[in-house]
Every structure is written in structure tokens, then in C-alpha cells.
């Protein structure tokens, strides 16, 4: 079988309703989820593109996040409505979508002394 050609990896967290930073999932990750499994199947991406549940990916403040593979583009406030756009724009013609964007500096987890070195 070929590698995928993209990963398209959505946080599905689940915090508790107490916890102030709240979870991906409590904002709508299974349904941003399943938009990309249904989309990316009906335009042709079957075992080209893989959308991927993942576990918390430490931008809780930016939820629903998700990250694109191999291109480290991370977006934010994705909603399932979003779906269409980000897989018309960057998963085919490779143009970011900017208004979903999470700048690098924006990041957390990131120690700027630290960019681009091994931990």
C-alpha cells in the first residue's frame, strides 16, 4: 500500500466542564471529524489524505484545533462548516487558510530558545 500523502490530525480532547481551558471535544471535534472522514472520501482522497482523531495537541486555547502533516500547518476555531474550505484550499491547491491560521508565535508548548532544537 502507498503512504498517505497528507495526515489531517483533529484534537478530540475531552476535559471535564470544570476545567477552564474546556476541550475540542465539548466545541464540536466529532463532527469537524467526521465532515473530513465524508469529504475527503467523496473527493477522491481515500487512502491519499487520512483525517486522524487525536488526543490533545496542547492548543486548548485555539479549539477545535487540528494540524496538517507533513505541512505543520496548524488551525484553529475549526468548525465542521470549515471542512469544505480548508480541504478545497490547502489539501488541494496547497493555500493556507489564513482566518483559520494559528501563527507559530501563537502556539503554546513552543519555547522560542529552544525552536527548531531537539529536546
Not at 70 to 74: H, K, S
Not at 91 to 96: A, C, P, Y
Given at each position: 500500500m502507498a503512504k498517505f500523502q497528507?495526515?489531517?490530525f483533529v484534537?478530540?480532547?475531552?476535559r471535564s466542564a470544570e476545567d477552564?481551558?474546556?476541550s475540542c471535544k465539548a466545541r464540536g471535534a466529532?463532527?469537524?471529524l467526521a465532515a473530513f472522514k465524508e469529504q475527503l472520501v467523496e473527493a477522491g482522497f481515500k487512502r491519499?489524505?487520512?483525517p486522524n482523531k487525536a488526543g490533545c495537541l496542547d492548543q486548548c486555547a485555539h479549539g477545535v484545533c487540528m494540524v496538517v502533516y507533513?505541512?505543520?500547518?496548524?488551525y484553529g476555531g475549526v468548525?465542521?462548516?470549515d471542512v469544505p474550505e480548508i480541504i478545497e484550499k490547502h489539501?488541494?491547491?496547497?493555500?493556507?487558510v489564513q482566518r483559520l491560521l494559528i501563527p507559530d508565535d501563537k502556539l503554546t508548548g513552543l519555547d522560542p530558545a529552544r525552536q527548531g532544537k531537539p529536546a
Open positions: 497528507k495526515h489531517v484534537c478530540a480532547n475531552e477552564p481551558r474546556g466529532e463532527a469537524v491519499v489524505i487520512r507533513p505541512d505543520a500547518v496548524w468548525t465542521a462548516g489539501l488541494i491547491r496547497g493555500e493556507i
